[in-house]
């Protein structure tokens, strides 16, 4: 399956809105009901304040994520020389075939051609363990000093991070090339 990671544009929003809205759901993270969900479903809002990128197959768009810097207003912990990544979801349909460690290989590629960032930061509420295994396995290590608490809930969200001056293992076949 060749895979190309682009930045989404307004056709693709209705997509991603139900992929995100899709994976959050099956995994259980939250209700449909849940505030947060009308935030992850606010494609048109993040296109406007980040980078909104998509992972297309066949033309058909079956991964998105969010790309924020530091400053910026989807940025929650990104600091200086920082990008940081949300919301990433893979569709349902294609969970478990390895697009999610592609994404997140071609992120890293990416950043790793931009001046000034020398680290990824990312957010995982302490209860997404397949997450946390995902960016560990990827070379992510916590930085639990810099953890913090949803205002008003009691969800405690772990901050993983990512210096770029090693390198990953060998990329993946799963996502080919990088548009946008």
Known sequence: MTVVLRHAVPADFAEVRRITRDAYLRAGHFSADHPYMSVLENVEQRAEHAQVW??????????????????????EIARDGELEFRMLAVDP??????????????????????????????????????????????????????????PGEDVLLWVFRLELGGSLSARPAKVSSVRG
């Open 54 to 75: 998509v992972a297309e197959t066949a033309g058909k768009v079956v991964a998105a994520v969010t790309l924020t810097f530091a400053g910026q207003p989807y940025s």
């Open 93 to 150: 349909a294609y969970q478990g075939c390895g697009l999610g460690r592609g994404v997140v290989r071609e992120i890293v590629e990416h950043v790793r051609q931009l001046p000034d960032i020398g680290a990824i930061s990312i957010t995982s509420a302490s209860f997404m363990e397949r997450a946390h295994r995902l960016y560990r396995s990827l070379g992510f290590r916590r930085a639990p000093e810099r953890d913090w608490y949803v």
